[in-house]
């Protein structure tokens, strides 16, 4: 019997035809149950199909582009083994990507609603009740949102009916099966929870990714790192108002529906649902019209031909975080320069010293252990941002920018402090390896205290780097060359001179304290000497 196994694509609601955009395997690679195969988007969310068991991919029948729906085979795996073969594999793929909300029906014409299906999340706390008892709600309209420290997650109902009862309240931490709601509906036991919800039924980013890709001629920066859940924003979109504009008053700093609808009642909002293009109008009202304006929408084509690309998944998450800190961090980048003149033949006896064991000594390593000695000076530096506290860490793990065919890594190395030059060299090898391979793992991309991004390798001068919160500060490194120097104005010397950019965060940092940094990570790198003290 063949061990061969079709993999379809499994229930994703009422999506249908959606576009597979990211094909992560290769025939020939074996995969382990729930590693992700392709990437799907719908124009509401991402969705990522995972393996429904462990196996070694035969072939793969779809290509980017093609248009998928339920039941679509997108590959053939070869099986672990006969017996997991023989299981059904739509059946097995099914409960990965969505999984409907279970209503339940329990006395005639009412039926429970319970959280459906919400990935690995556990205990995640309910920050808002979208009803009340008496409420009318129709299949799909959200009823509560749940917020864990990954994502926001909206319910919604699975079928149409009233609300008789709340079994939760703000606050409280709910799971896959809490009760929700009661709903009284016309015929409950009838009424069967086909519709996937929108939201929480794929991975954990999803829903923002959700959220993110409603579009409307607003202020889409600031309505975009607006504090406010699916709901919320669909509501926002619907009346037209511009959520960068909202303070909310939930929890945090939160938008709720409350927020929309008494900002659209007020006048707030430009106009009720056929608000969109109004909206798009400068909301400046009549001082200056210099407010931000909605991005430009250009056909391109009408100037000469062009290609589609769409981003990689990694540039796409990595320009919502740059995106952010861009946006929300205040940056000041100071230039420096540090002469390295003494430090480039040590570097290169060192190479020479270590030929045989395979590790190569670029100038990153020696930075790294500059920055210690650096952060441990200006302990400010190695700090985040809490609230309105600094929180100071005694430890120093330091990441460093990788460049990759995928997009920009920030691996981290850890307890760098404690280690050597050539340790780190070798770490630092095989941390950029596994990036450029896109094998990193989430614990090897966290906890970093300060960043180095060195374009050294590449050119330039210098340049402002965006900083990697919650850090507050990262520093930026280019090409070192040689420059005429003289104290005296009358004799010159050539000196071996680094580039030096450190952007910082100006709501923590100040500008002497910056140029003081600079001034002694490049004495640092002068003398390597100091980093003993
Ligand atoms: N000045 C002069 N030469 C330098 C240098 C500098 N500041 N830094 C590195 N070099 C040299 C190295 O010594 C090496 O020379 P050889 O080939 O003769 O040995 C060469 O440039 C290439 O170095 P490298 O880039 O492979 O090694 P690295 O340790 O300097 O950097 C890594 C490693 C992973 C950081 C780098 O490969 C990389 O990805 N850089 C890009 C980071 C980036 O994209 N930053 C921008 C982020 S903001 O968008």
Not at 117 to 123: H, N, Q, S, T, V
Not at 142 to 159: G, N, Q, R
Not at 415 to 444: C, F, S, W
Request: glycine content about 10%; proline content about 7%.
């Amino acid at each position: 019997m063949s061990n061969a196994i079709d993999i379809k694509v499994p229930d994703i609601g009422d999506f249908s035809d959606v576009p597979v955009i990211e094909i992560f395997v290769k025939p020939g690679d074996t995969v382990k149950a729930e590693d992700p195969l392709v990437s799907l988007e719908s124009d509401k969310a991402t969705m990522d199909v995972p393996a429904p068991r462990g196996g070694v991919v035969e072939s793969i029948a779809v290509k980017l582009g093609d248009k998928v729906s339920e039941g679509s085979v997108i590959m053939r795996f070869k099986a672990e083994g006969g017996a997991a073969a023989a299981a059904a594999p739509a059946e097995a793929a099914k409960p990965s990507v969505s999984a409907a909300p279970s209503a339940t029906s329990a006395p005639a014409g009412v039926a429970e609603v319970r959280v459906p299906d919400i990935g690995d999340f556990k205990d995640v706390p309910v920050i808002e009740i979208f009803v009340k008892v008496g409420d009318s709600v129709k299949a799909e309209d959200p009823i509560v949102s749940l917020e864990s420290d990954k994502a926001t997650m909206d319910v919604p109902a699975p079928l149409s009916g009233v609300v008789t009862a709340i079994g939760i309240k703000i606050g409280d931490k709910v799971s896959e099966g809490s009760v929700i709601l009661s709903l009284a509906t016309g015929d409950a036991t009838a009424a069967t929870p086909a519709t996937a919800p929108a939201a929480p039924a794929a991975a954990a980013p999803a829903p923002v990714q959700a959220a993110a890709a409603a579009g409307g001629a607003v202020d889409e920066a600031a309505f975009a790192l607006a504090y406010a859940g699916p709901a919320v924003r669909k509501l926002a979109r619907e009346l037209g108002v511009d959520l960068g504009k909202l303070k909310g008053t939930g929890d945090h700093g939160r938008i709720v529906r409350a927020d929309v609808e008494a900002f659209a009642k007020g006048g707030g909002a430009a106009a009720a649902p056929a608000a969109g293009k109004a909206a798009a109008a400068p909301a400046g009202g009549g001082v200056g019209g210099i407010d931000l304006l909605p991005w430009p929408k250009v056909d391109f084509s009408k100037f000469g031909p062009t290609e589609r690309r769409e981003l990689p998944r990694i540039k796409k998450i990595s320009a919502a975080n740059l995106h952010r800190n861009w946006v929300v961090i205040p940056h000041v980048t100071t230039h420096d320069e540090a002469d390295i003149t003494e430090l480039e033949p040590f570097r290169v006896q060192m190479n020479k010293e270590l030929e045989k064991s395979g590790v190569k000594i670029s100038m990153l390593p020696f930075m790294m252990k500059a920055a210690v000695a650096t952060l441990k000076k200006f302990p400010e530096f190695n700090a985040s941002l809490d609230g309105d506290a600094l929180v100071l860490k005694n430890y120093w793990h330091i990441g460093f920018a990788a460049d990759t065919p995928n997009g920009l890594m920030v691996p981290v190395i850890r307890d760098v402090d404690k280690k050597t030059v050539p340790e780190i060299a070798k770490e630092m090898g095989e941390l950029a390896k596994l990036a450029r391979d896109g094998k990193l793992k989430p614990d090897q991309m966290s906890g970093g205290t300060f960043t180095i991004s060195s374009l050294g390798g590449i050119g330039g001068i210098y340049f402002t780097p965006i900083i990697n919160a919650p850090e507050v500060a990262i520093m930026g490194v280019c090409k070192s060359y040689w420059k005429q120097h003289s104290s005296d104005g009358k004799t010159y010397t050539s000196r071996l001179t680094l580039p030096l950019s450190l952007s910082w965060d100006h709501r923590v940092i100040d500008g002497a304290a910056a140029a003081r940094f600079n001034v002694y990570f490049a004495n640092v790198l002068a003398d390597l000497r100091r980093v003993l003290f």
